[in-house]
């Protein structure tokens, strides 16, 4: 069996910056293993610009900030196998792997980083009723279509929810000549960024409506018309408020769910929150040595985020190598209440910390005018004032480790709370 | 070309009846107006093997259940496709219903069921821990299965073919007449077809096809009995072992609860006459009502992981049995009619019967040589890696994994494609390979499966259909590709 320092499971953006980051802090032998034709990832299908804001400073497109880490792994001399497809990993760290040119092929790895990112709901989990024609995508698959393999689904679109994908399709799919009748999205709020609502709909006169849900699909070999109608409080179309659209192509953009089965296989202990790892301050899950970042962790909004989540988690992954597990230290629990969904990590070693550290989380509704606050036990170390809190929106605390030594506490909690 | 008998429809009676009479010297044809085999009734169903004592004592429809049953694991060896005995369980929630479980079990004992049991409240929730808190006691058949339904009907179909049957997609039947010459002249979308004998086995359409050549005091309405249905994730595959049904009823066997062969769970279906005879949609209301019921009999029911909901439509006539025979008035016109549950678990009967009579009929007499196995396509995860290995160097197609939900590589989408009566559509890759089949439901995999079904059959993209008709995955080129041609 060959040996590597560090296997990394997916080549997109969270793989990349691994990579990149372990090859820096010293270690030799990588490699990626990526299932589709290229590095890059999902990057390599979106095709607008707004990516790399906070790690560049530049507005640039999926393929370009996916190009600057591919350069920098290809300048570091980093191996990477493409059309490769992990089928398996074990607890003791043994990754099988399978592609046309090597076979079926087992590698050892010292650590091994989770990067393989996440996919769509499908409609099928949905449960929308009516037929079950041609002309139903989720929003990245018609994405890639578009994109990539330069085919349009069709001229007459409906698109439910409003994840950023499904926003960024609407403009896309208008731009390439096709009429974007409306936008439903389930929740009293979007589940997309501000900015591509605005980017996305409002410039270019696409409703979005809010509480509404497709209740009926139509046609029997080609789609031929949803009807859309409103949702009470507890999620419940309301009778009287449908409205039919006739198109043929309807667009899913109602979720991104973590694609952790070769986690689960491993033995990796889950959130059901974030459909994700478990991880501790350094983003390692449950098993020794095995690390996850990126939307396999927990789904992100902004590209910068996961690049930079991932760098610590190459870093991580190369301390591990190098000083093997460390037992010392005291464990502190994260706990999100109050609004907050969920925090990533979920706990902090104290010795183990980075003088800084980034915890993240979502909220569960929208909030106005509220307070993201830390508790150290039951004393409250900080209290930030935000204008609007939205769960499309990922949030962030940073914790500092002098003050977290000092404390000493048993448990932090982030909640959310009004304005007293 | 004149052929000795014509079969309408390619679902699994027409499939199995294809089959037995591939065994004889005689020219057959399958009509079938889909692009594919198995796009109806026999595609849309609970998936599982009845053991045969619903039916009424001494009907046709109780003899066929039983002799398919049996019949099952020799038909599932031959044809290399997947069966499983996971043994049935009727479900009794209320004390005074108790008397009910042995009515059935009578009944099943009438019919030749073996090896029946009923169980007490404690047995059955010892076999089957989900079980309502509620369960008074249950009915036990161990020679209840499951079954891939596409895998029988395709491998029927399949080995029809492989042994001489032919088989035409997209044909509609419009009008049948015997002219003077003594034959059926069978007018179609494609063209006229003319034979000697014609086997009506048209599904929900027996009906409308029976209706064309049949008396004025002899039309038969088939009444599309719709059932939505739940798939659930493989995750919660073992939420139980056997399958569960409530007690029957007067509108069928109820909303049962059962592992499929392949590991998923699932829920259905429920029971809903309407008129659409293609009206395969789901409802609301269907799938809320499953769920309650379904509820009923089984505890803690994960619908969270719903990973598809579909609708199939049983062909119901207001007798409630099956109509098989020679049409009154008719001479050489059978009826395979009003196929409804357990149809499936039925057809390798329906297909020796039909077969039998047919011989009889016509006095065909057998091939000299006719191949009664086929091999499925093959499912590279019971390799060894070792064996994986050595596949791979010789047809590298098989180390390129397609679908990453099932775990299928083009290798086995190359085989579904180039094998007699191969997939044309994204839909009949995935009924042949389970490509598209998982959780993420064909949002990773289907551009990949297009750019196959492109290079393999020479396809534009623009041409590949879900499944056929007018169900094209894309409609055009985008403006920047259409530039660039220019």
Known sequence: ?420 | MLYDVIIIGAGVSGSAIARELSRYEANVCVLEKCEDVCEGTSKANSAIVHAGFDAAAGSLMAKLNVRGNEMMDDLCRDLDIPFKRNGSMVVCIHKEALPGLQDLYDRGIKNGVKGMKILSREEALEMEPNLSDNVEGALYAPTGGIICPFKLCIAMAENANENGVDFRFNTKVEDIKKHEDGLWHIRTNNGEYVSRYVVNAAGVHSGVIHNMVSQDDDKIEIIPRRGDYCLLDKEVGGHVSHTIFPQPTNLGKGVLVSPTVHGNLIVGPTAIDIEDKEGTNTTAEGINDLIAKANDHVKNLPMRKVITSFAGLRAHEARHEFIIGEVKGAEHFIDVAAIESPGLTSSPAIGEMVGNMLKDMMKLTAKSEWKSTRKDIMNPADLSLEERNELIKKQPAYGNIICRCESISEGEILDAIHRPLGARSLDGVKRRTRAGMGRCQAGFCSPRTMEILHRELGLSYEEITKSGGTSNIVMERTKHQKGGEQ
Do not use: W
């Open chain 1, 1 to 420: 069996m060959t040996s590597y320092d560090i296997v990394i499971v997916g080549g997109g953006p969270a793989g990349l910056a691994a990579a990149i980051s372990a090859r820096k802090a010293g270690v030799e032998k990588i490699l990626i293993l990526e299932r589709d034709r290229e590095l890059g990832g999902i990057l390599n299908q979106c095709i607008h610009n707004g990516f790399g804001l906070h790690t560049f400073k530049e507005e640039l497109t999926g393929p370009e900030y996916a190009q600057r880490f591919i350069d920098q792994v290809l300048d570091e001399k980093i191996e990477y196998k493409l059309h490769t497809m992990v089928m398996d990993i074990s607890a003791d760290r043994v990754v099988t792997a399978m592609s046309r040119e090597d076979g079926m092929y087992q590698i050892q790895a010292g650590a091994v980083i989770l990067a393989m990112g996440c996919r769509e709901r499908p409609r099928g989990a949905l449960n929308i009723p009516g037929y079950r024609p041609a002309g139903i995508f989720s929003a990245g698959t018609a994405q890639r279509l578009v994109n990539m393999e330069g085919y349009m689904p069709g001229r007459e679109v409906v698109i439910l929810g409003s994840g950023d994908i499904g926003l960024i399709m609407a403009r896309r799919m208008t731009l390439e000549g096709a009429k974007v009748k409306v936008v439903a999205e389930l929740m009293p709020y979007s589940g997309g960024l501000k900015r591509n609502i605005v980017q996305c709909l409002d410039d270019f006169g696409i409703p979005l409506k809010l509480s509404h849900t497709v209740v009926d699909i139509e046609g029997k070999e080609h789609l031929t018309a949803v009807t859309i109608a409103e949702v009470d409080k507890n999620m419940k179309p309301i009778p009287g408020t449908e409205e039919r659209y006739t198109c043929d192509t309807l667009l899913l953009s109602c979720g991104l769910i973590p694609e952790n089965e070769l986690s689960r296989n491993a033995g990796v202990e889950m959130n059901p929150v974030t459909s994700g790892p478990v991880v501790n301050e350094s983003l390692e899950t449950n098993i020794p040595g095995v690390f996850a970042c990126g939307n396999v962790l927990h789904v992100h909004d902004l590209v910068d985020y996961v690049s930079e989540e991932a760098t610590r988690a190459g870093a991580n992954a190369a301390k591990f190598v190098k000083n093997g597990k460390t037992e010392s230290g005291k464990v502190v629990e994260l706990t999100a209440t109050d609004g907050a969904r969920y925090t990533v990590p979920s706990t902090i070693n104290i010795d183990r910390m980075d003088d800084l550290l980034t915890v993240r989380f979502r909220v569960g509704a929208v909030y106005k005018d509220s307070y993201v606050s830390v508790y150290f036990d039951d004393e409250r170390v900080m209290h930030n004032k935000k204008r609007i809190m939205a769960p499309g929106e990922m949030e962030q605390v940073i914790l500092q480790k002098t003050k977290l030594q000092e404390a000493a506490p048993s448990k932090i909690t982030i909640k959310i709370e009004p304005e007293e």
